[in-house]
């Protein structure tokens, strides 16, 4: 053990502490504790050297405070009212043995890619806690959220509306046939994508990729609107047209189609969100809790 650390205040000498404030006497304060008074007078000498100061002024009757020990009162209820909150946080978490939680997810970016290992990790920790992912577009996630039929959703950032916590940060590529002629290229520009029939995602990233061209004042050739991943890659590969869709949504490969990163290059955060995290159920705020300790840990290993 270090000197300093042998130094510090123990818990019993920091709740004599308090019990002085509404004692007639030292001696008193102690017995309120069931202490003895060679004990109680003890403690505060004890208490008074690792603090290096008087706590108490013994030339006044009865008990008083010092002005240093009414300065470290609020610090002393501080500590009592935190290992409160340690037990009460330990014990929600060993009652946690059951329970449903529904999370919402604004598309494959964050079903596929973001959500899998939060989950994993959740799982591992919660076993008894069932949870069902629903897949809906981001505005109306961010709605439901809103609206309160849902505690919980991955969205994209930022929604000031809602508190909040990063988990990613994605990008848009270009999605072209395998034998495009803009698949040559190491990068391709945006303005290069208004030439050819367009697939616009009508999912998760589509807000993001039509600003995307109103930002450089462009307009693609819409040809088709489409919700499912899959049929717009599908769609791409049998050259049908172009499209633009966020990275984290896309598979490693898929047959026939080829993935570019675009110029200017374009991010969007993802993060999952709530209305208010005071207010979360018990499962809602355990998820909150392992997602902040997960990224977190992400971020130092990184």
């Known amino acids: 053990m270090s000197r300093r ?6 818990l019993r000498q920091l709740e004599l502490l308090l019990s002085l404030v ?38 006044t009757p009865g008990v008083a405070l010092t002005y240093t020990a009414e300065q470290v009162l609020p610090h002393v209820r501080d500590v009592f009212a935190s290992l409160q909150l340690i037990q009460a946080t330990a014990l929600a978490g060993a009652e946690l043995k059951s329970g449903f939680l529904k999370l919402g997810s604004f598309g494959a970016s964050a079903t596929i890619k973001v ?27 961010s709605r439901d959220l809103i609206e309160r039929r849902l505690e919980l959703a991955v969205v994209t ?11 990613a940060v994605d990008e848009l590529v270009a999605v072209l046939p395998q034998d495009h002629p803009l698949a040559a290229l190491e990068t ?17 990233s589509q807000e993001l990729v039509t600003r995307l061209f109103a930002r450089h004042d462009l307009s693609p050739r819409v ?32 047959p026939g189609t080829i993935f570019r990163p ?9 993060g999952l969100a709530c209305l208010n995290q005071q207010r979360l159920s018990p499962a809602a705020k355990a998820f909150w809790l392992e997602t902040r300790r997960a990224t977190a840990g992400k971020a130092l290993s990184g």
């Open 5 to 10: 650390s042998a130094n510090l205040p123990t």
């Open 22 to 59: 509404s004692a007639e006497g030292i001696a008193g304060a102690g017995a309120k504790m069931g202490m003895s008074p060679s004990a109680t007078s003890h403690a505060l000498r004890a208490l008074e050297t690792a603090l290096g100061t008087e706590l108490i002024d013994r030339n």
């Open 115 to 141: 959500l899998p290992p939060l989950l994993a990790r959740f799982k591992a920790r919660y076993p008894g806690i069932e949870v069902l992912v629903t897949e809906k577009p981001d505005e109306q996630t």
């Open 157 to 167: 950032l930022p929604k000031s509306e809602l508190e909040t916590q990063t988990l």
């Open 188 to 204: 391709v520009h945006v303005g290069q994508l208004t030439g050819e029939p367009f697939i616009l995602t009508r999912a998760g």
């Open 223 to 254: 040809a088709y609107e489409v919700l499912q991943l899959m049929s717009i890659l599908e769609l791409v590969s049998k050259g049908k047209g172009i499209s633009v869709l966020a990275k984290l949504a896309l598979p490693e490969h898929y």
């Open 262 to 270: 675009l110029a200017p290059s374009t991010t969007r955060r993802i």
